[in-house]
């Protein structure tokens, strides 16, 4: 399972076609393996963009995202809540609108924000499935293309 999830985030790198975006990270969170990416929309392929209504643009970043469960062998997948924001240097913040794709096996979470030529925003998500939050945090840097 942990294998399909990161083909698909592989694949996407690969379809997009990046060689200066890094590989996705990940995370681990209490007992999730959270995976997540995020890199300017023009690297998006245009058929790619339409498949998953995703827009394109210099101005435009695309966060993946997508959760497994550590505890149990195989890693699966995990559908949960999710919800954030970004925020640039000067701590003005937008709030992330996260959509869920499932595809087989691969549940994964994708949303988009806008960013200024050499800014790096911070990312705050908070990852909710019954009892269990998370927090997962980080930076990146984003440059028009």
Known sequence: MKHIIISILTALLVVVGVSDVKAEQSKRLGPWEVHYN????????????????L???????????????????????????????????????????????????????????RFSNLETLRFFITIKQGNQTQELRFHKEFWSN
Request: a negative charge; charged letters at 15%.
């Open 55 to 113: 827009s394109r643009s210099e101005t435009l970043a695309t966060l993946n995202i997508s959760v497994l469960d550590a505890t149990v062998a195989g890693k699966p997948a995990q559908q949960v809540e999710i919800s954030g924001y970004v925020m640039n240097p000067l701590s003005q913040q937008q709030t992330l609108e996260f959509n869920e794709v499932i595809e087989g096996d691969a549940v994964y979470y994708l949303a988009q924000t």
């Open 38 to 53: 995020a890199f300017n929309s023009t690297l998006l392929r245009p058929e790619m963009a339409k498949q998953y209504q």
